[in-house]
């Protein structure tokens, strides 16, 4: 299983040449399913264009959207069976995690990415690990709703990633606040920037960077 994590998409040529390598096609071959969900919670969603722009901007064939909050499965899952990679697009973890789940998505999940690229980015990201229960610290705006179990997809249980590192336009996003977070949790913690990302490839993470990071633990 191949996944590239990132706080804010292809945001640069590093990064691109990572995803063109991760990537199971040509990029100009390559249709990606964009999963919009995480951001239903959210008002302002100009970033999410700039984010589907960015793939655009990379040379995708198409970029298909898929919102498997107000899609049934019989709609959902043609689309992503078409595709060549899956973004899971950011906004609220806890609602994008309760809809992975309520949808079924959880169920086909495992076999689809068998054969395509994961792409994670923020929220996107942090489901990817064990848990989200650090998502909390992370982002203590977002509201649960009717999500209780707060473990994550797993496919990288060796790591987590805190998004948009040293961001103004996010709350404790410092060193002292991450390191703080750190310490409740017994697993690495990679805090990156919108130009940082990583590659998870045959179970080795890759840290790819035109911009601020930094692991923790």
Known sequence: MNLLLTSAGITNEAI??????????????????????????????????????????????EVVMVDI?????????????????????????????????KSGLVDELKELLETRLYIGISAGSIISGPDVSYSEDIF??????????LSGLNYVPFIRVVPHYLSSLFSNKKDEDILEISKKLNYPIYAIDDNTAIAIKDGKEKIISEGKWKKYN
């Open 16 to 61: 691109k040449t990572v995803f063109s390598e991760l990537a199971p096609k040509k990029l100009s071959e390559c249709i990606v399913a964009f999963i919009p969900t995480a951001a239903n919670m959210e008002e302002d969603k100009s970033w999410m264009e700039e984010d589907i722009e960015n793939f655009r901007k990379a040379g995708v064939k």
């Open 69 to 101: 909050e107000n899609l049934k499965k019989d709609e959902w899952l043609p689309k992503l069976k078409l595709s060549d990679v899956i973004c899971f697009g950011g906004g609220n973890t806890y609602h994008l995690l309760n809809w992975v789940r």
């Open 140 to 149: 203590p705006e977002e509201e649960k709703g009717e999500l209780t179990d």
